[in-house]
T-cell receptor, first 114, second 115 residues
Framework: NAGVTQTPKFQVLKTGQSMTLQCAQD?????MSWYRQDPGMGLRLIHY???????DQGEVPNGYNVSRSTTEDFPLRLLSAAPSQTSVYFC?????????????FGQGTRLTVV | GNSVTQMEGPVTLSEEAFLTINCTYT??????LFWYVQYPGEGLQLLLK?????DKGSNKGFEATYRKETTSFHLEKGSVQVSDSAVYFC??????????????FGRGTQLTVWP
């Protein structure tokens, strides 16, 4: 049972390049989300999804796109990378409707934009 | 709206010292509360949780009690070890609507334990 799998683990981009961070879960969780972690800022929500075909914005959505075509996958797209997007990105999944169940996290993607 | 306020770090302790990391929250309804731990270079792991008032979550010697009257969920450990050095995050999950689909995090507290 792999849980939540993120790829790649590390990535260096040049300003203006685009890329997709992959996230897959095998627990049949309805809820998936993307966070970014910056020093002293904790984890901030970028986008989240409550099911296939349904996505919504979090606190810091600008410069990122998401889509959810299947329950298992929730990719995060950077449209035109900027140095301000240098961060560690975490994907998480949670079970639907079960109050009190926790989120499961991937190992993270460390992104550097130069 | 929902939010979590967590004690600023870093916290530096000697081995076997007592640890408290304060966490307070703002939320409507009856949220669930969590402590996550992040070891260097790794993702977040659930440390403990509580789902209703007066519940006590515990794991690996860590404890936290859900106090609705003070809207708090402070993390404690009676005797820390070097291996407890990590970043600790307090988090909240709402009980309704879109707040069910995400977590609200505090800023994290870096704990360093010296031998």
């Amino acid at each position: 049972n792999a849980g939540v799998t993120q790829t790649p683990k590390f990535q260096v981009l040049k300003t203006g390049q685009s890329m997709t961070l992959q996230c897959a879960q095998d627990m049949n969780h309805e809820y998936m989300s993307w966070y970014r972690q910056d020093p002293g800022m904790g984890l901030r929500l970028i986008h989240y999804s409550v099911g296939a075909g349904i996505t919504d914005q979090g606190e810091v959505p600008n410069g990122y796109n998401v889509s959810r075509s299947t329950t298992e996958d929730f990719p995060l797209r950077l449209l035109s990378a900027a140095p301000s997007q240098t961060s560690v990105y975490f994907c998480a999944s949670m079970q639907q409707g079960a109050i009190g169940t926790e989120a499961f996290f991937g190992q993270g993607t460390r992104l550097t934009v130069v | 709206g929902n939010s979590v306020t967590q004690m600023e770090g870093p916290v530096t302790l000697s081995e076997e010292a007592f640890l408290t990391i304060n966490c307070t929250y703002t939320a409507t309804g009856y949220p669930s509360l969590f402590w996550y731990v992040q070891y260097p270079g790794e993702g977040l792991q659930l440390l403990l949780k509580a789902t209703k008032a007066d519940d006590k979550g515990s794991n690996k010697g860590f404890e936290a009690t859900y106090r609705k009257e003070t809207t708090s969920f402070h993390l404690e450990k009676g005797s820390v070890q070097v291996s407890d050095s990590a970043v600790y995050f307090c988090a909240l999950r709402g009980d309704r609507g879109s707040t069910l689909g995400r977590l609200y995090f505090g800023r994290g507290t870096q704990l360093t334990v010296w031998p």
